[in-house]
């Protein structure tokens, strides 16, 4: 008599022999065990894979700034400066027109399409102004019919009128522009960003300022009406430098062009939020910096090489003070105690920034105290800085209040 199948166990899904009279399947233990072991496999890879897609953000910003270095760099050949100021309309004018995102997308390179992909803040703060604001930052000379409002109407061949943008929100009464409504955030999200008037890399003081603006006696000029000469705003307008980096300040700067940053992953700015929906950023979105901070005193106090528990303040500059003479006094003295602001940069690369300098390379420089801040050499506790651990060292990056300084 043939022995039945089932006399002597029957084959399980699993391949397994069951006994005769017990259920097939799989125990709880096992299906726990198998689980576990998946989430321990995936918890293994997944540092690994977040590695890769973060190597893979970082290769795409670098990228994005040589691109952006090219287009710099060829501004320059064309006009003898590498650009014509900061993406900041109320500080340098009608974004369309002025400032070096406007200079680049005018060259057909779409700087609104090339953001870094690691940073969470995907748009610059210019736009809280191209929102809300109708006037220019009283530190800033710009002229406001000229160059705040961008050139003015014109007839094109085909009897069509160009209009610029910023033109139609100061003087445009119908629709009415000047007001924060509908009509204003239509036209900021379909003329400007829509038109990639946008980035989210801050550019270096040194690239949109130059340097500051001295007088025969070392003094910076007067402060335009409505600016005090120590707002702390001031030394970031074009009213007290010498307006952006041209070819000739680099070939004569103390340090070579390898030396000079000119654009790094965008810092945010401290408490500031999108005040409406911008494109795919929603309202209360993070906004990027439009340049690095320039001439800091390391203490405003005493000058001291080492501070302790203060905030950083930019130098103080008082009416016709004298060239020689005590810190806050004397320029030379005030000065010889400043080293660049960098904190606008943002280590958004798991820690590490990206920066583009003149000679059109990109580095890397790594935040080693997890601050989110790169440190230049200021002290411990001293303007957010967590550790006096150096981060852009003076022997890669220029420091000093002005690129005719050698490094320290
Ligand atoms: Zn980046």
Redesign the pocket.
């Known amino acids: 008599m043939p022995i039945a199948v089932e006399d002597v166990g029957t084959p399980a899904t699993s391949g397994r022999i069951v006994p005769p009279g017990t259920k097939s399947g799989v125990t709880l233990i096992e299906l726990l065990t198998v689980i576990s072991i998946i989430t321990l496999l995936v918890a293994m890879l997944m540092p690994a894979l977040n590695a890769a897609r973060e190597a893979a953000r970082?290769s795409g910003?670098q990228s994005n700034l040589r691109q952006l270095g090219v287009g710099l760099q060829s501004h320059a050949a064309r006009q003898k400066q590498f650009c014509s100021g900061a993406f900041d309309w109320t500080l340098d004018g009608c974004v369309t027109e002025y400032g070096w995102v406007a200079d680049l997308v005018n060259s057909e390179i779409p700087v609104g399409t090339m953001l870094?992909p690691?940073?969470p803040a995907k748009i610059a703060r210019t736009y809280n102004d191209l929102l809300r604001l109708n006037t220019p930052d009283p530190c800033s000379c710009i002229d406001v019919n000229r160059q705040f409002v961008g050139t003015a109407p014109e007839t094109l061949p085909d009897g069509s009128e160009a209009i610029q943008p910023c033109w139609k929100i100061v003087k445009d009464s119908v629709p009415a522009y000047a007001t924060t409504g509908d009509a204003r955030h239509t036209l900021v999200s379909e003329q400007l960003y829509d038109e990639h008037y946008n980035t989210n890399y801050t550019a270096s003081w040194y690239l949109v300022r130059g340097g500051p603006k001295l007088d025969g006696s070392g003094n910076l000029p007067a402060a335009p009406g409505g600016c005090t000469p120590s707002n702390p705003a001031y030394l970031g307008t074009r009213c007290a430098t010498l307006g952006p980096m041209t070819l000739d300040s680099v070939d004569a700067a103390a340090l070579g062009s390898t030396f000079i940053p000119m654009l790094g992953?965008g810092g945010t700015v401290p408490g500031e939020l999108l005040a409406a929906p911008i494109g795919g950023e929603p309202q209360g979105a993070p906004v990027t910096q439009s340049m690095t901070g320039g001439p800091i005193l390391r203490d405003a106090a005493t000058g001291a090489s080492v501070e302790t528990g203060v905030a950083l303040q930019y130098p103080k500059f008082n009416a016709g003070a004298s060239r020689d003479g005590a810190i806050g006094a004397g320029w030379w003295a005030t000065w010889g105690v400043c080293l660049q602001d960098y904190r606008q940069f943002a280590p958004?690369?798991r820690g590490a920034?990206?920066i583009l300098f003149a000679d059109g390379s990109v580095r890397n420089f790594v935040d080693e105290d997890k601050d989110t801040l790169l440190n230049n050499g200021f002290a411990v506790n001293v303007g957010g800085f967590k550790s006096d651990t150096i981060e852009l060292p003076r022997e890669e990056v220029a420091n000093g209040w002005s690129l005719k300084e050698k490094a320290r």
Do not use: P, R, T, W
């Open positions: 970082g910003c870094c690691s940073n992953c958004v690369h920034c990206n």
